[in-house]
C-alpha cells in the first residue's frame, strides 16, 4: 500500500515499471526542514534536479517553497510551475550564453556563479540588456562531504566553485562592475551527506567569508548553503533536519543574514517508489539466483551510477522461506543490478517488486537507452491517486526523428 492505496491497484491501470510518489512524504519532509530553521530568516528553494515533473514542483510551491534550477529547462519548468522568476536561484557549472541571458532577462532572484569568468560574462550581458543581474559567488571551501567521491562537490579536486581563498579578492575586484550586483555567497559540498560535522565546517567558511566582505563594504543578503542533506536508505542512524539546523544556525548567527537552502533529496528522497515487475528467474548450480524486472539502469540510474544501495521489497510477499536473490534490470550491461545478496521471500515470475526510496534522482536521471520508454510517474495523496506523468510510447521517442 502507499498511504492506503493499493501497489496493485495502481498497477492494474498503470502497468509497469512506474513511480509511485507519496504527497505525504513530500509534505512532511518539506515542513520538517521549514520547522527547523523557523526561528531563523531563511528561504527553502527545492533542488529541481532531484525530481521536477511539474506536479511534484507545483506541490512544493504550495507549501511555499522557492525553487533552485540547475539549467536553463529548469528555469522553464520552475515557471511553469508557478514560481515568479525572483523566487528561483540558477545554479550549475557551465551556464550557456543562452541560458544565462534567459535568467537575467526573466529575472531570475539570483544566479550563483561558478567562476570569475562567469561573473565577468553575466556583468557583460546584464549591462548590455540594461539590466542588473543579483548575483552570488559558489566557493569551493575544500570540505570532504564525506559522501560518495561521485556526488562530492566541496574538494579542491572537484570542478565546483572558486577555491575559497580567492573568493574575497574576485569580490573585491568586481563591487563597481556595471550589470551586477552581489546578493549573496553560496557554497554546495555534495549530496547525500549524513553527519553534521561537514555541513557545519561549510557554513563556519561561508559566514566567515560574509563577515568579511562586510567588511570589505560589501553587504550581503543571504547566505546560501545549497542542498546535501542525506537520507536513510539504508535505515542507519541519519542527521535529522533539527540537528541539521542546530549545527548551522549558531554559524549563521554570527552575520545574521538570512539563510537560503537548496535541498532535493532530502525533501522528495523517501517519497517514491519504483514499482516494477518479475519477468524472469534463473538458479545457477553455484547456487546464485537471479530475478530479472522489467526495469533496470534506464528507470533508475543510481545503483548503476554509483552503486548505491535501495531497499527492494517484494510488494505481496510470499510466506515462505527467504533466501538471497541478485535483483537486477533488463539491459546488456553487469552494471544493470539493484541489488545483490538481497534476503528476500520467494520471487516468481510476474510478481510485483518496490525499489523504495527512489523519488530523487531517479526517474529524473532515466534515459531511453534500448528504446526504453520513459516509465510512467503517478502521485498518491488523500486516498487517491493520479497520473503525473504518463508512460512515453514508441511513436514519443520516433517524433523528434526524420
Ligand atoms: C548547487 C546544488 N544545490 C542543491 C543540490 C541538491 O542537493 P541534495 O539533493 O543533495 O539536497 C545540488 C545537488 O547536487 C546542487 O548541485
Known sequence: MCDGVSVRAIVAEAG????????RAIREAYTAIDRA????????????KANSTLAIVRLLRSLGSRADANSGGEIRVAQ????????????????????LEHAIASGVGTINAESAGELDRIAGLAHAMGREARVALRVNPDIDAKSHPNI???LKTNKFGVPIEEARAIYRERRQLKGLRFAGVHVHIGSQI???????????VLVTLALELRDDGVPLEHVDLGGGLGIAYEGRPMITADEYAAAVLPELKRAGIPVVLEPGRAIVGHSGALVARVVDTKRYPNGRQFAVLDAGMTELMRPALYGSFHRIIPVSPRSAEESS??????????????????????LEVDDLVAVLDTGAYGAVMASNYNRRPLAPEVLVDQGSWATIRRRQTIDDLLALEQ
Open 194 to 204: 549524513t553527519t553534521a560535522d561537514p555541513l557545519r565546517r561549510a557554513a563556519t
Open 325 to 346: 536473490w541478485d535483483v537486477v534490470g533488463p539491459i546488456c550491461e553487469s552494471s544493470d543490478v539493484f541489488g545483490r545478496d538481497r534476503i528476500l521471500p520467494p
Open 152 to 154: 562530492s562537490t566541496g
Open 80 to 99: 511553469r510551475a508557478g514560481f515568479e522568476p525572483r523566487e528561483i536561484v540558477f545554479t550549475g557549472v557551465g551556464k550557456t550564453y543562452e541560458e
Open 16 to 23: 509497469t515499471p512506474i513511480y509511485i510518489y507519496s504527497a
Open 37 to 48: 530553521f523557523a526561528g531563523y530568516p531563511h528561504a527553502i528553494h527545492y533542488a529541481l
